[in-house]
Protein backbone atom coordinates (compact mmCIF):
# COMPACT_ATOMS: atom_id res chain seq x y z
CA UNK A 1 0.00 0.00 0.00
CA UNK A 2 1.29 3.48 -0.95
CA UNK A 3 1.67 6.23 1.67
CA UNK A 4 -1.09 8.14 0.12
CA UNK A 5 -2.48 9.18 3.87
CA UNK A 6 -5.82 6.39 3.11
CA UNK A 7 -3.50 3.71 4.66
CA UNK A 8 -2.74 2.91 8.15
CA UNK A 9 -0.38 4.75 10.42
CA UNK A 10 0.91 3.33 13.25
CA UNK A 11 1.15 4.95 16.99
CA UNK A 12 3.37 4.80 20.01
CA UNK A 13 2.74 6.10 23.31
CA UNK A 14 6.26 6.65 24.50
CA UNK A 15 7.40 8.29 28.16
CA UNK A 16 9.94 10.30 26.39
CA UNK A 17 9.35 12.19 23.01
CA UNK A 18 12.14 14.74 23.29
CA UNK A 19 14.59 12.03 23.97
CA UNK A 20 13.27 9.88 20.74
CA UNK A 21 13.00 12.62 18.32
CA UNK A 22 16.52 13.82 19.50
CA UNK A 23 17.48 10.00 18.66
CA UNK A 24 15.67 9.87 15.54
CA UNK A 25 17.87 13.21 14.23
CA UNK A 26 21.00 11.80 15.53
CA UNK A 27 20.01 8.54 13.45
CA UNK A 28 20.06 10.55 10.08
CA UNK A 29 16.23 10.28 10.14
CA UNK A 30 13.83 13.29 9.42
CA UNK A 31 10.86 13.29 11.61
CA UNK A 32 8.63 16.63 11.93
CA UNK A 33 8.85 18.79 14.13
CA UNK A 34 6.80 18.23 17.62
CA UNK A 35 3.49 19.58 17.96
CA UNK A 36 2.47 20.51 21.24
CA UNK A 37 -0.87 19.57 22.82
CA UNK A 38 -2.51 18.29 19.72
CA UNK A 39 -6.01 16.36 21.56
CA UNK A 40 -4.06 16.45 24.90
CA UNK A 41 -0.63 15.44 23.73
CA UNK A 42 2.50 16.03 21.94
CA UNK A 43 2.89 14.46 18.81
CA UNK A 44 5.57 13.53 15.45
CA UNK A 45 5.92 11.54 12.95
CA UNK A 46 8.27 9.55 10.69
CA UNK A 47 7.21 8.92 7.04
CA UNK A 48 8.85 5.80 5.42
CA UNK A 49 10.15 6.04 1.65
CA UNK A 50 6.63 5.39 0.35
CA UNK A 51 5.37 7.84 2.91
CA UNK A 52 3.50 5.51 5.23
CA UNK A 53 3.16 7.72 8.74
CA UNK A 54 4.28 6.58 12.28
CA UNK A 55 3.22 8.28 15.20
CA UNK A 56 4.93 9.19 18.23
CA UNK A 57 3.14 11.07 21.30
CA UNK A 58 3.02 11.46 24.80
CA UNK A 59 0.30 12.80 26.95
CA UNK A 60 0.55 16.53 27.78
CA UNK A 61 0.48 17.00 31.32
CA UNK A 62 0.17 13.41 32.67
CA UNK A 63 -3.77 13.30 31.47
CA UNK A 64 -5.12 11.25 29.33
CA UNK A 65 -5.39 12.26 25.72
CA UNK A 66 -8.60 12.18 23.56
Do not use: C
Amino acid sequence: MSGDGKGVTLSFQIDDLQTAHRAFLEDGLEPTAIRSQVMGADVFYLFDPEGNRTEFWSPVGGGKPF
